[in-house]
Structure formats: structure tokens, C-alpha cells
């Protein structure tokens, strides 16, 4: 299971409201090294839904019985009704960036895969100790002087997924059951029946692997207090359908979505750069559209 969102820790800042401590700063300024991450979180994350994320990223069925053995399959309870094999309905857990980035996800189905000590072994030194990367943590904009974000947006982009035990042994002891999409402003399952959620203005982009929007967009958050934004076709134009918004108000460590509009038949590139930039750094971001 952890195969297919194994890189997803690389891609989750999460909540504003949860900082640590700022070890990659402290690692480039020649600071004293830590040997693990603490951090904490307001109030305003545990009254939040999906930790600033668009959805849970993990729902999954807990068997009714712990073990690893403990979820047999439906056709063995329907041939041993009088075995006293247990066949219990299972219980659907939900959990969010921050409970799979902190270990909670993992610690919560220790009793039912076998797998899970290892991961949370690989969790804590690969990414807890890492005196760099700090995934517990919205990232703070690197200490250089220019950063150029660029990427495609508005692709169909994998945002959580529905498991359930299979009753077959590791590594197959658990199945994908459903997707959970995001594309256009909305959440969508594999059946195209639409779901609640926090889905972003746009979707991310699914040309190497499926990132969301979330993540992609977060170098948005370092933009400096006046932004000028630029819409223009990708293709050859002749400039009527370019629009400007300059010196929009940007708050520090918020995204910014401009007012404009689109044609449905136009493929655009959305420009964001400093009007006014932070004293000795200045960010831009250009978002493509990919569309479908």
C-alpha cells in the first residue's frame, strides 16, 4: 500500500497552522543539527478539515478483529458460517496529511499489516531525522535570492484513495477501492459522482506522477506583499486576450487567485511575480494550463 503514495511525503506541506522547528535553515546556516523534528499545532488545525489539504488523503476499512490474519475473505466466511470464523463488519478510518506525515496513519493499522513497523522506521529516519527535509512542517521559502516556480495545472489529479483489506498476504494484503480526483474546483470519484471537500482553484499536474495543486501551488505563499499577475494565451496571439492585474495585495504565506476570465477553448499561462518583493529576494510563478 505505501507503493502508491510512497513519494507523497516529498509533496504534502500541509496545515499553516503546524510548524516545526526551522532545521533546514539552521542546516545551510551552519547551525547545530538536530536528531529529530518537534512541532506542534494550533488550535485552528484540530477545527479544520483534511489538515489544509482538499480531502483525507487515506480512507480504510479496519478489520472488526485485530491480526494480520484477522480480515478473511467473504467467500471463506460464506462457506464456514458455522466455523466460528469471525466475519464482522469492518470500520472505515479516515486520515489526513499531518496523521500520515506524523506516523499516525501507521501506528493505527500496526495491528493489522505486518509492513507497518518498517515503514514508520523509514518515516522516522528518512524524514523525521533528516537535518534537511522537514515533512511535518509548511516549508518556508529557501534562503536564496531568486525562486521561479513552474508547472502545469487543471490535469484530472489523484488527491486520496479508498483501501480495504483483500485477504491475501503481503505485499497484496491490501486494494485500491476507489480514487478520489481532483479537477476543475471539484472532488470526484472513479464513477464521476461528485464529493465534499476544500478543492483548490485549480487542479495539479499528472505528466510524471499525480500532483496536486496544493503542492505545487505552495510557492504561491512566499510571493511579496504586491503581486503583478499575467494571463496570456500559449499560443500565437495578437495580444487582445492578454490580461493584467498589477500591484494586487498578496498576504505573506496565503495563495492568491486572480479575476479573470478564460476562454474554454484556450490554453493560458498565469503569471505571478513580485511587484513588491521581499528586501533582497524576489518570487515568480507561472502556472500552464495542461487540461485533460
Known sequence: MSNSFGSSLWMMPFSKYCRADGMYL??????????????????????????????????????????????????????????????????????????ISDGTFFKAIEDYDSDSKRILHQLKKSYHDDPVLNPLTPWDRPPIKNVFCIYGIDSRTEVGYYFAPSGKPYPDNWIITDVIYEIEGSL????????????????GDETVSSVPYHSLS????WLGPRVNITRAPQSEHDGSDV?????????????????????????????YEDSESIPGKRTAVWELDKGT
Open 243 to 271: 490580461q493584467v492585474e498589477l500591484n494586487v495585495e498578496h498576504h505573506y504565506e496565503e495563495d492568491i487567485v486572480p479575476n479573470m476570465t478564460r476562454s474554454p477553448r484556450v490554453k493560458y499561462i498565469t503569471y
Open 188 to 203: 470526484i470519484l472513479r464513477s464521476g459522482n461528485q464529493i465534499e471537500g476544500n478543492p483548490g482553484a485549480a487542479s
Open 26 to 99: 539552521k542546516h545551510f546556516s551552519g547551525g547545530i543539527r538536530k536528531r529529530h523534528h518537534t512541532y506542534q499545532c494550533e488550535q485552528e488545525e484540530f477545527q479544520s478539515n483534511y489538515s489544509g489539504w482538499p480531502t483525507n488523503i487515506i480512507n480504510i476499512e479496519i478489520p472488526s478483529i485485530r491480526g494480520f490474519d484477522s480480515y478473511p475473505l467473504v467467500s471463506d466466511c460464506a462457506q464456514t458460517n458455522l466455523s466460528g470464523m469471525e466475519c464482522g463488519l469492518p470500520t472505515q478510518l479516515s486520515f489526513s496529511a499531518r496523521e
Open 218 to 221: 505552495w510557492c504561491k505563499n
